[in-house]
């Protein structure tokens, strides 16, 4: 494995573990759109209200940061480009539609669907469905070399 693809894997896992401890600091809509210093975030499961945009933004770049994360683990890990591109369109297809769905249901807050909205939180804002990648990748490249051997 190059130093280029070593370079790649251990910044993914680092950013993503910083995401991941420092994930109530990460106040994006303070600090792009008020231009002030990022206060602790207080989003909680319980649906207590907040303001919508603000929740978006934040949930968008966090989504991002994390889905970027992976697609890096990714490319350290394979270092082919079709994988790459693989993950780049499972990330814009979380960011698509299932995103908007989290988002919407998180709004909307209907009844008896906080455990939903919890597991879907999960799928979306952490990186489960690019993790969910890697092995699938292993699996196709074993699957590859058994055929050519």
């Known amino acids: 494995m190059s130093l280029k693809r070593w370079a ?3 910044l993914g896992v680092t950013v993503m573990v910083a995401v991941y401890v420092f994930q109530a600091y ?11 210093v990022p206060r602790v975030l207080d989003y909680t499961a319980d649906f207590k209200e907040v303001d919508k945009l ?19 683990i990714i490319y350290g890990l394979f270092g082919e480009r079709k994988y790459v591109r693989f993950a780049f369109y499972v990330m814009t297809f979380g960011l698509v539609f299932i995103l908007p769905i989290y988002l919407l249901l998180f709004f909307a807050q209907p009844e008896g669907y906080s455990s939903m909205i919890s ?12 993790m969910l990648l890697i092995p699938a990748f292993y699996y196709q490249k074993f699957q590859s070399k058994a055929g050519n051997a």
């Open 8 to 10: 790649f894997l251990i």
């Open 119 to 130: 597991h879907l939180h999960r799928l979306v804002l952490n990186p489960v469905l690019m």
């Open 54 to 72: 603000e929740y978006t933004v934040n949930k968008v770049f966090r989504y991002l940061l994390n889905d970027l994360c992976a697609i890096a």
């Open 26 to 36: 990460l106040d994006f809509y303070t600090v792009l759109f008020k231009w002030e």
